[in-house]
């Protein structure tokens, strides 16, 4: 079967840019990954945003001359992107693309999202809370896995230290733990800086056709890409319904179904692992990332943030980038970001964030739908 | 004399959230659909949920989310009923300190603001059984 090489990344840096237009952020991400392929030919290209309105992907290949091949917008939700890289990867192993391109962007409006997924009626009543339902999945993770407060504020702590070294991230400040808990509280446990900041920026990367993996290539392989919707029955799965079972216990998470489909798809299981890039829309979520990915037994999230295990210079380090908490979440965009810090990963080009002799990557987004992407990288 | 209006209709009556059973699989959910949620039957029965239920997780919303025209900060949460059903509601506690796990809950229909021709709009809400 074909394998599916990573050959170009591109970033615009996630941020807040008065100025500019989401189109002119698309161009200069795609400018760069492009050139950084060697300005390939694509037959096709593949656009993931939320927010951005209709043909989006087109505004972006009008501004550089670049249209006549099949442009695919693509909105899932946080994973719009994955959606996105799954769509192009697919194409390519079936043959039917040498070249795609895959970009995602996003100028999101400031504060907390407001979203055409929530009825009227809904938004009338309260209940289109959005940080209030990451803080009751932060309270019953606080129950199940023993995290305290002061190890969701270690979450920050950590991942705002790792993004000072990231030039494309928003805050690039470390933080103490009691500055996080001395925050204010938007819906107890979750403090404003346990929340990510909903942003704007664009990432793309370009895939190309390769022999199958052999192991010894010094490029970085796509080794799989899936997206997983929510089975019914959790009362607090992202597709944020309005009721659930009690007897929830046996239905995965949609980020589980995503990984075990991406591990399987891949041959590698969590141990192979040597950084992961993961979706902290808040610090509670980064922490169930790692159960429902299976990086660590559930219920010992707790454990693993509290003896440093996901931190860089650690066993498992998580969110090199300084993760969503330090990037911000350009919802369009932000997979894509994941896999292009993850490719400079695998290339050993991170400079002080680098993960020494990292070889295989995880990337892994999970929002609004519910949608979760997990992406396996390899080199 | 102003009206009291729900906030949306099929959800509940003054006296209970009206939910479904599904007779296939037997389970329940909310609010009332024509297809079941977990199997897709459509045989469906329309039902009174219990009343009462246990408090299972909470938090309090303190800055109006979108759209919402009512008072903050307000409680929110979700309780377990006797159907074997975990629903998200409004909370009509904001003070934590006076919630807990497995807390006894009661359905209260509760106002959640005022339209300017003087309208009340009422939606679900729990409320801790002793302040009932």
């Keep these: ?379 | 004399m102003p009206g009291v209006r729900p906030v949306h209709e099929g959800l509940f009556t003054p006296e209970h959230l009206i939910g479904g059973r599904c007779d296939a699989c037997r389970r329940h959910h909310f609010p009332a659909a024509t297809t079941c949620p977990y199997c897709g039957s459509t045989a469906v029965t329309e039902v009174a949920l219990s009343d009462t239920g246990t408090l299972w997780a909470w938090t309090a919303v303190t800055a109006p989310p979108p759209g919402y025209r009512g008072e903050v900060p307000f409680g929110f949460g979700v309780v377990e009923l006797p159907e074997g059903l975990r629903v998200i509601t409004r909370l009509g506690e904001s003070d934590l300190s006076r919630l807990s796990f497995g807390q006894a809950m009661k359905l209260d229909i509760a106002p959640l603001h005022e339209e300017d021709d003087g309208t009340a709009v009422v939606t679900y809400s729990f409320v801790p059984l002793e302040c009932a």
Excluded at chain 1, 256 to 262: E, Y
Excluded at chain 1, 340 to 351: F, I, K, M, N, P
């Design chain 1, 1 to 379: 079967m074909t394998g599916v090489a990573i050959v170009g990344i591109g970033m615009h840096p996630f941020g807040r840019f008065e100025d500019k237009t989401v189109t002119e952020m698309g161009v200069e991400a795609v400018r760069a990954a492009l050139g950084d392929a060697g300005d390939p030919e694509f037959q096709a290209a593949f656009c993931g945003t939320a927010y951005s309105g209709v043909a989006a992907g087109h505004k972006v290949l009008g501004a550089l001359g670049r249209t006549g091949t099949p442009i695919v917008d693509v909105e899932a939700g946080c994973a719009s992107g994955g959606a996105a890289l799954m769509l192009a990867a697919g194409a390519i192993r079936a043959g039917q693309y040498d070249c795609a391109l895959v970009f995602g962007i996003e100028k999101m409006p400031k504060g907390i999202i407001r979203s055409s997924f929530f009825e009227p009626w809904r938004e009338e009543a309260g209940l289109a809370a959005t940080p209030a339902y990451f803080a009751l999945r932060a309270q019953r993770l606080m129950r199940e896995s023993g995290v305290t407060k002061d190890l969701l504020a270690q979450v920050v702590v950590k991942n705002r230290r790792q993004g000072v070294h990231n030039p494309d991230a928003m805050f690039r400040a470390e933080v103490t733990a009691d500055e996080v808990l001395a925050s204010r509280l938007v819906c107890e446990p979750l403090h404003l800086w346990m929340l990510c900041s909903p942003n704007e920026g664009a990432a793309a990367v370009v895939l190309r056709a390769a022999p199958a993996r052999d192991g010894g290539g010094p490029g970085v392989t796509l080794v799989a890409a899936t997206l997983r919707s929510h089975l019914p029955g959790s009362a607090l799965h992202e597709g944020t319904p309005l009721s659930g079972l009690a007897d929830d216990a046996d239905i995965p998470a949609p980020t589980t179904l995503a990984a075990t489909a991406a591990y399987e798809e891949a041959g590698l299981g969590p141990a192979d692992l040597d950084v992961v890039e993961c979706q902290d829309t808040d610090a509670a979520r980064e922490l169930l990332s790692y159960e429902e990915l299976g990086l660590c037994p559930q219920g010992e999230s707790g454990e693993w943030i509290a003896e440093g295990v996901t931190a860089l210079g650690g066993r498992l380090p998580v969110n090199p980038s300084g993760g969503l908490l330090s990037k911000g979440e350009p919802l369009g965009a932000s997979a894509l970001g994941q896999v292009v810090e993850l490719t400079r990963q695998l290339r050993g080009g991170a400079g002080p964030r680098q993960v020494d002799g990292a070889r295989t990557a995880l990337g892994h987004t999970v929002g609004r739908g519910a949608n979760a992407s997990v992406v396996l990288l390899q080199r």
